[in-house]
């Protein structure tokens, strides 16, 4: 044989080791946790190892205090304190050096949960104590094979005197009032629930959420709880009612929407994991970490209040950020990626902020209020900084972007098939074109006569998450409405000019990759609005924008340019 050859032999006994060791990897590494279907987008199961990766980012001091107290508001799998409790254990051997004594003094004066639901309630105490009733004794009932036949709690029983332990089931309930502050009546029925909301999650009274028949009403007891009462709440809960008592740890993975909206038309679902966080800060912990949607980052419905608080909180010590949810949380898309952050009470300073695109780490040291919304690329700064140096009015001022629903039509809306009149408009929705009257339009009719330059309002990549070569498209359906062409909520319109070449510019305009990386900087969902024209500079139409003309206008360097050339990619 000769050197160069193969030897299939060996080869095989290579592939085959491989094999069996890899099979064994997976055994001795294997967490049942990691089997648990995620109920949804909105209560996403946290795997082992970003779990890991979150409490890395906490002092080291953490695991050698056995004073301190840890809560996880909103636990689902148990995943959160069963790894605080194995590094603790790790971490106080010196201090409480039996190991029975360690572990107990752990588990009943250390770690305490709140369930999001019966069922995760249930679980997490299964994980951590071994059996959903944390004061299950060994009924002593063995098999054949010599292994008990029903399960009991750690301790045999013994550390807790109840069924919950530290791990508590919720409690609460959704409190319905209507406009005027009155609470719903205890037998409201049917369609008289439609005018009550939850004064907590602001879910409605007809919501499936508050349907009888269900065993769970997803009322998180965390959040429905006047921010003012819920430090005693906790205290009744947990120790007894002693008022001296308090939380030091604040970490969990909340829920992130409830659904508000079965019907399908209007806003579907609303952020709740602000709610948490907003929740957490009031009871002052020592440290506050918590993995949620990226989304806060451009704020949007319901969380500009909560975007410009976190923006401005200097005690935000680490905050790090994935564009791809899939990074933390495999197989789940997440518009616009997730983020961990832990808030230091005793820390002052600048944000060590990281950005993971594509698998690619980028940190950096920053304030997170440079702008009035947060830029997730370290690298764009410089970029943007030198654009917003020339002052130049937005595309998002008026007669820039359209706001949503450019000329009063909803995305269902659909007009006749036939035209009936010389002066109907032609609309475009998502269906297609379809004809109305002229004097239907009941929003921007002095544009009806323009050439329009329009894009779709969801973004090409709905996701939030680039191809796989890391970059970007931003924009989708392009085209320019002629005159007597309008659209629907499906769309935007950008610069409607009363000249067809002035069009034409602003079109070739929007296409060029620094444009859409202005926008990109915006975006942190599927859907574009007004507000994501932000950086946009409004041009001089007169004349064709090029990249390269782009480029030399705003004085890029060559780092900057091939930031952008890298990140956005090639519109034809």
């Known amino acids: 044989m000769l050197d160069n050859e193969k030897n299939d032999a060996l080869e095989a006994e290579g592939k085959y080791k491989t094999a069996v060791e890899a099979a064994s990897d997976y055994i001795e590494n294997f967490d049942i946790l990691e089997t648990i279907t995620n109920v949804g987008n909105d209560e996403v199961f946290t795997p082992r190892k970003t779990c890991e990766m979150i409490l890395d980012s906490l002092p080291e001091e953490v695991w050698h205090n056995p004073k301190y107290k840890w809560l996880n508001p909103a636990t689902k799998n148990g995943v959160f304190e069963r790894e605080i409790a194995l590094r603790l254990d790790e971490g106080l051997k010196e201090i409480i050096p039996n190991t029975e004594e360690r572990r107990k003094h752990i588990l009943q004066n250390m770690i305490y949960a709140i369930g999001l639901t019966r069922f995760t309630a249930n679980v997490a105490r299964r994980t951590v104590y071994y059996c959903s009733q944390a004061n299950r004794k060994c009924d002593g009932l063995k098999a054949k094979d010599g292994h008990y036949v029903n399960g009991y709690a750690i301790g045999n029983g013994t550390w807790f005197n109840d069924g919950e332990g530290n791990i508590k089931t919720p409690n609460t309930n959704h409190t319905f009032v209507n406009k005027k502050g009155k609470l719903m009546p205890e037998f409201c029925s049917g369609d008289a629930r439609k005018g009550y909301s939850c004064s907590f999650c602001e879910i409605r009274g007809n919501s499936l959420y508050n349907d009888p028949n269900q065993r769970e009403n997803y009322a998180y007891e965390f959040i429905h709880i006047d921010k ?215 929003k921007s009719q002095d544009t009806i006569n323009c050439f329009k330059p329009m894009i779709s309002k969801l973004t090409c990549e709905h996701a939030g998450t680039p191809d796989k070569n890391g970059q970007y498209r931003v924009l989708s359906r392009m085209e320019i409405l002629k005159p007597g062409e309008i659209c629907s909520q499906s769309y935007l319109t950008i610069c409607p000019q009363k000249d067809e070449q002035l069009a034409k510019n602003v079109y070739k305009y929007l296409k060029t990759k620094f444009v859409r990386f202005l926008i990109q900087l915006t975006l942190t969902g599927m859907n574009m609005s007004i507000d994501n024209f932000k950086f946009v500079p409004w041009s001089d139409f007169t004349k064709e924008w090029s990249d390269e003309q782009l480029y030399k206008k705003y004085n890029l360097t060559s780092d900057e340019i091939n930031f952008i050339e890298s990140m956005i990619k090639e519109m034809k």
Not at 330 to 359: H, K, Q
Request: with cysteine.
């Open 228 to 442: 003012d009462k819920l430090l005693e709440h906790l205290q009744d809960r947990f120790f007894g009612g002693n008022r001296n008592m308090k939380f030091d740890i604040i970490i969990g993975n909340p829920p992130y929407q409830l659904r508000i909206n079965e019907s399908g038309k209007g806003l579907e679902a609303i952020p709740i994991y602000d709610k948490f966080v907003e929740q957490a800060i009031s009871l002052k912990p020592r440290y506050l970490s918590m993995i949620i949607p990226s989304r806060w980052f451009t704020g949007g419905v319901g969380l500009d209040k909560f975007r410009n608080t976190m923006l401005n909180d200097n005690h935000i010590k680490i905050l790090c950020d994935f564009a791809d949810s899939k990074s933390c949380f495999p197989g789940v898309d997440i518009n616009g990626g997730v983020c961990f952050f832990l808030r230091d009470a005793s820390y002052n300073g600048l944000c060590d902020f990281t950005n993971v695109t594509n698998g690619i780490r980028n940190k950096e040291f920053r304030k997170l209020n440079e702008f009035n919304i947060f830029i997730r690329w370290n690298a764009a700064l410089s970029i943007l900084e030198k654009v917003l140096k020339f002052d130049e009015k937005k595309l998002s001022c008026k007669g820039g972007c359209s706001p949503q629903t450019p000329y009063g039509f909803l995305s269902n809306f659909e007009g006749r098939k036939e035209k009936q009149n010389d002066d109907d408009c032609l609309l475009l929705n998502s269906k297609g074109w379809s004809y109305v009257k002229r004097s239907d339009v009941k």
